[in-house]
Every structure is written in structure tokens, then in C-alpha cells.
């Protein structure tokens, strides 16, 4: 009898089991709707102004930290394009000299801008952002397998936490651009708009003059019903003699709506 009770028992607790198991969100059907839910931000996130501060420090073995410079911008729109106009140095404002240079630097812009036909400005666009480490996360959906981690209490409201890593066999990028190839770690998602809300990513080997181990963790905020970046911080292990690790903080603040219908929203490079 008492045998009978117990098999009944574990019976019971593994039906529960999988039940609980059967609720459980399907990580790669969140990750997929995570990446439509970016695109479908992206145009309204173009039609932003907004400071940028970049800050590059190094942490010693020892914990102290060396401040290597600062640079804050302004990013503005130029003919209908986003531009980072500098506007200070080291937490001061430009100086008449620098000022005049960044001045200078605009008008060319302008002048090159009004006078270049939009497919050409859209080749360079394009072009240029292969150049550049982006965080993408329609190739996370592409290439990588996805784990649902748990339910979470996020500041910005209640988010899914889901781990993210590369398939068996997926490439290495062929240009920066695809730097998410490369990328495992957890994102954080909005539960009603999937959008991510925080990311925390490691790289999984040696590519663009960083080393294996190198951690990026990206942070967003709601502006006007609209996603926006907060924060970007970069931490790549240094490892030599006196420098432990080297960081990166590009912070974004003071966003405004640009209410104007020239803006210029070029489609995704791929």
C-alpha cells in the first residue's frame, strides 16, 4: 500500500513537472519576436536628437583608475542624416579654437550632403556601417540557440530573461557589422513589447582587436513609447603588466523628438 502511495507520488510530481515545463515561454520564439520588435523601433528611434558622452578609462591590477579622456556630442540632424557634432573634452566645452574646427567639419558635411545623389549616400551608409561593432539581434535570432531563464522584475517594468549562445558551426563574421556572430550571454525582454530592456553579452573568441572573454552590456530606456539606448559599457581584459582591464562608457541622455518629415532613414546594411 504504502508502495503503491509513493509511485502514485512520483508520478504526480513529474505530470507537474511537465507542466511547468509546458509553460515555460518558447526562448526562441521570444528571441524572434525580440528582433521584429527592434525593427519596428528603429525607424521611430531615428527621428531622435540626443548627447552622447564616451568615457575610456583603464582599472590596474591593483583597483586604481586611470581616466583616459572624455568626449561628449551632440548628435543632430544634417540634411536630413544624424550627425555627432563634438562639443566637449574632458567634461569642458570646446575651446574657440576646436570649436571653429568642429564648425568647419559640419559645413563640409552639410556641403557634401546637398550635393551627393541619395543612392550614393546610401552606398556610403551602408558601407560605413560594416566598419563599425553592431549589436544585432535578428543574427542572434538567426544564428543562435536560445534558453528561457526565468521571469524578472526590470526598472523599466517586468521583463523575460532568456540566454543566448551560437549554433554548432556558425561562421565567424566576414566584417564587423556581424560582431553578434560571436556573441553569447542573456537578454532581458520587455514582456508586453519583447524589445530589450538590458543586454549583457561576452565574446567568445579573439576578432576586430579584441580579445576572447571581452564583455559589452547595453542598457535601454522608454522615451515617448519609443526604445532608446541608455548605455553601452565595454570591458576588454587587458592583461598586461600594470592595466587589468580597459573600459568603454557611452552613456545617452536628453533625448527630444525631431518633429520634421526630411529625416532621412536608411534600410539595415544587409
Wanted: aromatic residues 8%; charged residues 35%; contains cysteine.
Amino acid at each position: 500500500m504504502a508502495r503503491g502511495i509513493q509511485r502514485r507520488l512520483i508520478l504526480a510530481v513529474a505530470v507537474t513537472g511537465l507542466a511547468a515545463s509546458a509553460a515555460e515561454p518558447d526562448a526562441a520564439r521570444l528571441l524572434r519576436e525580440a528582433a521584429d520588435a527592434v525593427s519596428k523601433n528603429r525607424r521611430e528611434a531615428a527621428f531622435f536628437v540626443f548627447q552622447e558622452r564616451i568615457q575610456v578609462r583603464e582599472i590596474q591590477w591593483d583597483g586604481e583608475v586611470k581616466e583616459g579622456g572624455e568626449t561628449g556630442y551632440e548628435v543632430i540632424f544634417v540634411e536630413g542624416e544624424s550627425y555627432h557634432r563634438r562639443t566637449s573634452l574632458n567634461g569642458k566645452p570646446l575651446d574657440a579654437k576646436a570649436a571653429a574646427e568642429e564648425e568647419k567639419r559640419m559645413q563640409a558635411v552639410a556641403d557634401f550632403r546637398r550635393k551627393t545623389p541619395l543612392d550614393e549616400r546610401r552606398r556610403r551608409f551602408a558601407a560605413a556601417e560594416r566598419t563599425r561593432l553592431r549589436f544585432d539581434v535578428k543574427t542572434l535570432a538567426e544564428n543562435h540557440q536560445a534558453r528561457f531563464d526565468r521571469e524578472d522584475q526590470c526598472p523599466e517594468g517586468p521583463c523575460l530573461v532568456i540566454s543566448v549562445w551560437p549554433r554548432s558551426g556558425t561562421r565567424r563574421p566576414r566584417h564587423p557589422s556581424e560582431w553578434s556572430l560571436s556573441l553569447r550571454g542573456h537578454l532581458w525582454l520587455d514582456r508586453e513589447t519583447k524589445h530589450p530592456v538590458r543586454a549583457e553579452m561576452e565574446q567568445g573568441y579573439d576578432y576586430h582587436s579584441q580579445p576572447k572573454g571581452s564583455k559589452t552590456r547595453f542598457k535601454w530606456e522608454p522615451v515617448d513609447g519609443v526604445w532608446l539606448i541608455e548605455s553601452i559599457v565595454s570591458r576588454i581584459e587587458v592583461g598586461t603588466r600594470r592595466v587589468a582591464v580597459q573600459e568603454t562608457v557611452q552613456a545617452y541622455s536628453n533625448y527630444q523628438r525631431f518633429q520634421a518629415e526630411s529625416v532621412l532613414v536608411f534600410h539595415d546594411p544587409r
